[in-house]
């Protein structure tokens, strides 16, 4: 049979970055994908090595809107270990709680999303309206509604109120009710379960193989959750990784869907054990040596590189992204598939190329 | 089938979601980083908020006595107003509205003839 080959992306409507895929088709079949990545490349990577060390930690954030915070969680966790700093307990707390509120506005947006790329539209409205809640919370407790810049190295910026942190509580009740009422709508439609399950298998063999990470993993059976390993407050909070074992798109949808629950609890539990006290401590001196730092971000592990050189700029500053990992089980996925099976596949892979390309 | 079906009637009976912008408009949440404000007449030009902003957007002369920044280059982190030793660089809580051109703001400290009367008083 004669093959074309039809370009997807970098402009597409189900896409919000530019990705570029040279789709190799056989009929309505793919045969082979070719990815093409650089659309959005910054170049922010070197601009932190002109920047002060302090200042990166603005510059990092700016790697990727939905998972701002994590980055510049990662910078400032690596730099701490590096000057060995003891950051105090409050603001290790503070720092869950803004993490998490991150990761549900991250999975709320991908599975409005995800329900935007099947053509469900209210779906898509009613998850968003959920996810408002979340940004109001960002912007009253941080001033900001995506780049909160709330991390600094040593601690956090900005403290949140004990009434806050009550109306943190219930606005995540609120939302995790509403989820609960939409839940059904993902895990039980017939058009939804349609589209979902079956589609873009990644069994864990693959997924070990080709080193997915995040909910990729998650959903494919691989239990790897790099919050387990306790950074920030994780290590006195009670979870579980949420693992699937099916590893196609309904089960990624299930693993997102079931951490939006997850973050609600980490949360409420950070509300309830969170110290009172100090929320960062004063930094003297430049960071000298190599760490590696890692973070679960919304997508995945993300892993910091930084070298330093004793003075205030930083020699070397390395980030792997999570869609960087997981882009090569979006290419093993994609032979085999039907055409109009690859806006779904691309989002259950939640691509987030301003952070790949950075 | 019909797992919407109760969502989509709680819809039809209940107010909005959204605001209906232009005629109603929110006010801005207390602390909201909005944008970059000074007090000039408190500012005594010693460039720290200059030398700590992460993009360069500030930028202060001690002879002019002028302090300037550029809002399309600022990133509203704050950064600015926390070092400021005068506390005369504040966040203002209203965002800047959209702007034709990109320019900078200049603000040049008028002499004080009122501070020089306390002196000799």
Redesign the interface.
């Given at each position: 049979m004669s093959r074309s080959v039809i370009p997807f992306g970098p402009q597409h409507p189900v896409l919000p970055e530019p990705l570029h895929l040279k789709l190799v088709m056989e009929d309505e079949k793919i045969v082979e994908a070719i990815p093409a990545i650089g659309y959005v490349h910054r170049g922010l990577e070197k601009l932190t090595e002109v920047k002060e060390y302090t200042q990166n930690v603005f510059v990092v954030e700016r790697i990727c809107g939905i998972c701002s915070f994590m980055h510049a969680m990662a910078y400032c966790q690596g730099i701490e270990s590096l000057m060995e700093i003891q950051i105090p307990d409050r603001a290790r707390y503070l720092r869950v709680i803004w993490a998490e509120l991150h990761r549900i506005h991250s999975h709320l947006l991908w599975l409005g999303l995800l329900a935007d790329a099947f053509g469900f539209e209210s779906l898509f409205m009613q998850v968003w309206r959920n996810r408002e809640k979340v940004m109001d919370i960002m912007e009253e407790t941080a001033g900001s509604r995506v780049i909160i810049s709330t991390n600094a190295i040593g601690g956090t910026r900005r403290d949140i109120s004990k009434d806050m942190l009550l109306k943190i509580r219930v606005i995540v009740d609120e939302i995790k009710e509403d989820m609960k009422q939409l839940e059904p709508v993902f895990f039980n439609d017939y058009t939804v379960k349609h589209r979902l399950v079956g589609v873009g298998v990644l069994t864990s063999e693959d997924a070990y193989s080709l080193g997915a990470v995040g909910p990729m993993a998650r959903a494919s059976g691989i239990s790897q959750d790099l919050r387990t390993t306790g950074y920030a407050a994780y290590g006195e909070l009670d979870f579980e990784p949420v693992v699937e074992k099916d590893g196609d798109s309904y089960a990624r949808t299930m693993v997102r869907l079931k951490e939006v629950y997850q973050s609600v609890s980490l949360i409420k539990q950070a509300i309830a054990n969170i110290p009172e006290g100090e929320i960062s401590v004063p930094v003297k001196g430049n960071p000298n040596g190599e760490v590696i730092a890692r973070v679960e971000q919304p997508r995945g592990e993300v892993l910091y590189y930084l070298k330093g050189n004793g003075t205030k700029n930083l020699e070397r500053l390395r980030v792997r992204t999570p869609t960087f990992a997981n882009i090569p089980t979006l290419l093993k996925m994609l032979p085999g598939s039907q055409l109009a099976d690859v806006p779904v596949l691309i989002l259950t892979i939640d691509p987030c190329i301003s952070c790949t390309e950075r | 089938?019909f797992?919407?079906l109760?969502?989509?009637l709680k819809n039809l009976v209940s107010r909005p979601?959204t605001r209906k912008y232009p005629f109603e408009k929110r006010e801005p949440?207390?602390?909201?980083?909005g944008q970059v404000g000074i007090n000039i007449d408190d500012c005594i030009f010693c460039s720290i908020c200059s030398r700590?902003c992460?993009?360069d957007a500030i930028n202060v002369n001690k002879a002019e006595k002028s302090w300037e920044i550029n809002h399309f280059k600022c990133?509203?982190?704050?950064?600015c107003a926390?070092v400021c030793p005068k506390k005369c660089v504040d966040?203002v809580e209203q965002y800047k509205t959209p702007a034709y051109s990109k320019s900078s703001a200049k603000y040049v400290q008028q002499p004080k003839p009122a501070s020089q009367d306390n002196k000799t008083a």
């Open positions: - | 089938m797992d919407m109760g969502s989509v979601a949440l207390k602390d909201t980083r700590k992460p993009s990133v509203m982190c704050g950064v926390e966040m």
